[in-house]
């Protein structure tokens, strides 16, 4: 007599117990798609996320990763509360809520995307998407992949009607209403000459069993013309003539080199670091109808970096311990092209931009710019990240409870050629010029504490999430300086007497000091106990994301008058001044 027994198991066709609305993108996945190679262009296939035209001539599409030079940040269902994590551990930079990174993520050093969409636990606090990536880890041998992407324009085409690809259009319907503006027509459109991803990644054993290593390279980029984009071919500062047979390009590249390293301590302890270092190259950075190419900026990245360091560690089989830390650090800058400053370095260069004598120009007949880029700055912003958690498992509670804690560091300087801009013309004929104080303005998060418990209750076939969370925000103005220039003596506005901002004096100090509890509740139910139909409902409060905007808004660099416009006059005697470049500021009144 025989018997044979067979065991077989599956996993459920619906999450039965969870309420978190997720979708995880593996690495496997994302090579299928046919779309870019970024959060943002593999976000963007998920119902009801939509990308947010951002700065630099950012595009509220990416088709193939045409928008590779410059991330516009996701939103889910309208809102820009979206958040960005490595192993849970927050990196952006300070410009937002965290939306915009900075950095561009290297995707073929990430196992998988997970995009959270709703009901997200107590251990967020803001309550947009957000956006986990996990490092891929080496092994016990050694293995390697590559990426490899190129087109050129031989691979487009456009539907304007021009004699070829990048030559003026001929359709009638490019034309809008003329009866304010004779020119308002499309002249060409956007031509992608070249896009290109490299993006090889290896990995394997350090010591086997014990440390294993991997390594990404990627260098990507892409050059393509800008529609009604061209190069000036009047020599005149103050009328701005495009040449048709000159279009202007939107050129860069960026080079990043990320590792991840992974050490298995003891039986029970497990370290990871995650290191990403990068360079950005934009030559015509912000280039567009309005903004011909040497009124564009050179965008480049001198420090860019992330690091995640984790820890974890199985106490028992029903205990676990992490903790982590993450380091955001970057400056990018806004430079002048080295027709404005006359050097060939791309570098901030406050002595150059002090000496030359070309300006940023608009003519208000068609709001096109001129001769330089109108907003030069340097931007800085650093984000350290700190993370402990515990998880216990106990009969029906998965019980899980932590903190998380940000502090930050932002800074921004901005200064323009003669402190002005713009000097504005009507075809030909000056209006008026706007005069500008260069600052050295800078804020930071003191605190942005997060502490949190939720629980994971199993009753039958009803499964009941609760948490609790309590967000402290403290963020602060610090101190900020008028720089040298033509119409003021430098100035510097220290810390209120008392440590605490005060909207009567011009000085720095905390300017926040938030404190919120926010539930989090839901349960997910099996309907027919055969995991196949769920039932799941939830009610959460969020915090609306925070950075230094506010800090901002109230510093006393805000609070002066940084502007000045004055109307022109006298002035056919005054633009011969300006076009020999002997300025003076007596020509305003």
Wanted: aromatic content about 10%; charged content about 20%; glycine content about 10%.
């Amino acid at each position: 007599l025989e018997e044979t027994l067979t065991v077989t198991g599956q996993s459920p066709i619906v999450d039965t117990s969870n309420i978190t609305q997720r979708v995880v993108m593996t690495a496997e996945v994302r090579d299928a798609l046919p779309t870019g190679r970024n959060i943002q262009a593999v976000g963007i296939m998920i119902p009801g996320t939509s990308l947010a035209q951002g700065g630099g001539g950012a595009l509220s599409r990416d088709v193939g990763g045409s928008g590779n030079l410059q991330q516009s940040p996701l939103q889910y269902r309208g809102s820009g509360d979206t958040v960005q994590t490595i192993e849970g551990l927050r990196l952006n930079n300070l410009c937002a809520q965290g939306a915009y990174s900075g950095v561009y993520w290297n995707d073929a050093s990430f196992e998988e995307f997970s995009y959270v969409t709703g009901a997200d636990s107590a251990e967020m606090g803001q309550g947009g998407m957000r956006v986990n990536m996990v490092p891929r880890d080496g092994g016990n041998s050694f293995r390697g992949s590559m990426v490899f992407n190129f087109a050129d324009s031989s691979f487009g085409s456009d539907n304007c009607g021009s004699p070829a690809l990048g030559q003026p259009c001929t359709r009638t319907n490019l034309t809008g209403s003329t009866t304010f503006n004779k020119t308002n027509s499309l002249t060409n459109v956007d031509v992608l000459k070249k896009i290109w991803d490299v993006n090889p990644t290896v990995g394997g054993p350090l010591a086997k069993n014990k440390v294993w290593f991997n390594y990404t390279f990627r260098h990507w980029g892409s050059t393509k013309t800008k529609a009604d984009a061209y190069a000036d071919k009047n020599p005149s500062p103050f009328i701005y003539d495009p040449d048709f047979s000159n279009p202007g390009v939107d050129d860069g590249h960026i080079v990043s080199n990320a590792g991840r390293i992974s050490w298995q301590a003891t039986s029970n302890d497990k370290i990871s670091v995650y290191h990403d270092e990068q360079k950005k190259y934009r030559d015509h950075w912000g280039i567009a109808s309005t903004i011909p190419p040497d009124a564009a900026a050179i965008q480049v990245t001198p420090t860019s970096r992330v690091n995640v360091t984790k820890w974890t560690r199985t106490q028992t089989n029903k205990l676990l311990f992490e903790g982590g830390f993450g380091y955001y650090n970057q400056e990018y800058t806004e430079l002048y092209q080295p027709s404005v400053t006359g050097i060939q370095d791309k570098v901030w260069d406050e002595n150059a931009i002090r000496q030359s004598k070309v300006y940023n120009v608009v003519d208000a007949s068609n709001n096109r710019q001129a001769n330089a880029w109108p907003n030069p700055a340097d931007h800085f912003s650093v984000l350290r990240t700190f993370l402990g958690a515990a998880s216990y498992v106990a009969g029906a509670h998965s019980f899980r409870g932590g903190m998380n804690l940000s502090t930050g560091d932002w800074r921004l300087v901005t200064m323009w050629t003669g402190d002005v801009q713009p000097i504005t013309y009507n075809a030909g004929r000056p209006v008026s010029v706007t005069l500008r104080l260069p600052s050295d303005r800078r804020n930071g998060i003191k605190e942005d504490l997060g502490l949190f418990l939720q629980d994971k209750w199993a009753l039958g076939r009803v499964t009941l999430n609760l948490g609790l969370r309590y967000d402290q925000f403290v963020g602060e103005s610090r101190e900020s300086s008028i720089l040298a220039n033509r119409f003021t003596a430098p100035a510097t506005f220290g810390k209120c007497s008392d440590g605490t901002w005060d909207p009567g004096d011009l000085c720095t100090g905390q300017v926040q000091n938030w404190k919120d509890i926010s539930p989090r509740v839901g349960f997910a139910m099996d309907v027919f106990g055969d995991g196949k139909t769920a039932l799941k409902a939830s009610f959460a409060r969020y915090v609306a994301g925070q950075a230094i905007a506010f800090a901002n808004a109230v510093n006393p660099i805000g609070a002066l008058t940084a502007t000045d416009t004055r109307t022109w006059t006298r002035s056919e005697e005054h633009t011969s001044e300006l076009q020999s470049r002997q300025y003076s500021y007596a020509v305003f009144c």
